[in-house]
């Protein structure tokens, strides 16, 4: 079993939609939660980031962790054509000597103009 | 505040020929991390150092890949002899004193023949 299972999609919307992205996790010693965003061809850009429980927002964007069920989520209101990209969660064992990030394989998303 | 630069954006080698690739990351950080992404999937660390000393290259495979990061600031990863599977892009990350959040770069798309 993969410590982090992520959907790859690809998942279409039409343009003003609400996404949800998901992501579970197997290793409760996780407690520092992130989603990226990856256009082609570039790298990760981070976008949120959260240590506990509960939701977090950041204009357009809501990031909702549930440690009880191992399950995170990254909704997008009012989705845009700029936001077609692959999504990727992330986590890590807070304050470790390493910080390893562990990835989720990336959700595709395409919105439609 | 200038980001993580990396070189050669693009690489293409035959199998058992060797590469080495280059990152500077954004200044200050001192954590310099090393992922490879294989298409489709989200990204593996290879290889972690806190200034210039390696914390964590448990990922590593070590019998081929080698990097170093010289003063504590810019970093090579090598490839000797290369492999078909190596095709990945190869992402530079750093981090500043005392966070967890990791800022990538472009990346290098490696494609071995």
């Known amino acids: 079993q993969k410590e982090v299972e992520q959907d790859p999609g690809p998942l279409s919307v039409p343009e003003g939609a609400i996404v949800s992205l998901n992501c579970t996790y197997s290793?409760?010693?996780?407690?520092?939660f992130m989603w990226y965003r990856q256009y082609s061809r570039k790298g990760p850009e981070l976008l949120m980031y959260?240590?506990?429980?509960g939701n977090k927002e950041d204009g357009r964007f809501t990031a909702q962790v549930d440690k009880s069920s191992k399950y995170i989520s990254l909704f997008i209101r009012d989705s845009q054509p700029s936001d077609s990209a692959t999504y990727l969660c992330?986590?890590?064992?807070?304050?470790?000597?390493?910080?390893?990030?562990?990835f989720g394989t990336g959700t595709l998303l395409a919105v439609q103009p | 505040e200038a980001g993580v630069a990396q070189s050669p954006r693009y690489k293409i080698i035959e199998k058992r020929q060797s590469v080495a690739f280059w990152c500077n990351p954004i200044?200050?950080?001192?954590?310099l991390y090393w992922y490879q992404q294989i298409l489709g999937q989200g990204p593996k660390l290879l290889i972690q150092?806190?200034?210039?000393?390696?914390?964590?290259d448990s990922q590593l495979p070590k019998d081929r890949f080698s990097a170093e990061r010289l003063k504590g600031v810019d970093s090579t990863l090598k490839i000797q002899p290369a492999k078909l599977e190596d095709s990945a892009v190869y992402l530079c990350?750093?981090?500043?004193?005392?966070?967890?959040?990791?800022?990538f770069g472009p990346g290098t798309r490696l494609t071995v023949l």
């Open positions: 990350a750093s981090s500043p004193p005392g966070a967890d959040t990791q800022y």
């Open positions: 290793n409760s010693a996780f407690q520092y």
């Open positions: 959260t240590y506990s429980s």
């Open positions: 992330a986590m890590n064992v807070y304050g470790g000597a390493t910080n390893k990030l562990i």
């Open positions: 200044s200050g950080h001192a954590t």
């Open positions: 150092f806190q200034n210039n000393g390696v914390v964590d």
